[in-house]
C-alpha cells in the first residue's frame, strides 16, 4: 500500500515539474471550454456571411500573444490590397483565450490589420470554430481541452476548406493560388 502512494505521490510530482517546465508553450495555445450544446456553426454570422457563400473567404486564425502571426499581418494587407477588386473575403479568426478578450479588442483597434476581425462577434461560437478550422470532431464531455497551432491560413468556399496553410503564409503561393481560383470560378 505504502508503494501505491509513494508511486502516486512521485507521478504527480512529475506532473507538476512537467506542467511548469511547459508551462508558457501550453498556457499560451490552449483553451478550457464549457460547452453549450445549444449552439451550432450554423446559426453563426460566419456561417451565413462567409461559410455558405460561393465567393472565396481567406481566413487567418491568428493569436495576439503569436510572434510568427504578427510577422505575417503585412503579408496578409497586401494580400488583400492585391485582391481588393475581386469577390474574395479576408477575414481573421483569433484563438486567444477567453480571459484575454479585452487585449484582443485594443489589439483589433489598432488596425494593424486591413481586413475584419470575426472573434468578438462569434465568440459564443468559438468551439465549434476551432473544431471546424482544425479539423476536429466535437468532444462529446462537458468540459475540452485543446490545443492549436496559429498562424493558420484557410482559404474557403461553399463549405469547403479548398486550400490550407500552416505555419507564416508563403504570399507568392497564396497568391497564385488565389489567381487561379478566381480563373476556375
Keep these: 500500500m505504502k508503494n501505491k502512494i509513494l508511486y502516486l505521490l512521485l507521478f504527480l510530482f512529475a506532473f507538476c515539474v512537467m506542467f511548469l517546465i511547459f508551462k508558457s508553450k501550453i498556457v499560451n495555445n490552449t483553451t478550457i471550454t464549457f460547452k453549450n450544446k445549444n449552439l451550432t456553426v450554423e446559426n453563426s454570422p460566419f456561417y451565413k456571411k462567409y461559410y455558405n457563400s460561393n465567393e472565396i473567404t481567406v481566413v487567418n486564425i491568428w493569436a495576439t500573444w503569436c510572434k510568427p502571426c ?66 476536429k470532431k466535437p468532444s462529446m464531455s462537458f468540459v475540452s481541452v485543446s490545443s492549436f497551432d496559429v498562424p493558420r491560413t484557410l482559404v474557403i468556399r461553399n463549405k469547403k476548406i479548398i486550400k490550407e496553410y500552416n505555419g507564416l503564409i508563403d504570399y507568392n503561393n497564396i497568391s497564385e493560388f488565389l489567381k487561379l481560383e478566381l480563373k476556375n470560378n
Design 70 to 135: 504578427l510577422e505575417e499581418i503585412p503579408s496578409l494587407n497586401k494580400l488583400k490590397l492585391e485582391y481588393k477588386d475581386n469577390k474574395i473575403n479576408f477575414i481573421s479568426f483569433s484563438i486567444d483565450n477567453m480571459n484575454d478578450i479585452e487585449k484582443l479588442k485594443k489589439f483589433i483597434a489598432t488596425k494593424k490589420f486591413e481586413w475584419e476581425d470575426i472573434t468578438i462577434e462569434n465568440l459564443e461560437y468559438k468551439k465549434h470554430f476551432e473544431n471546424l478550422f482544425y479539423d
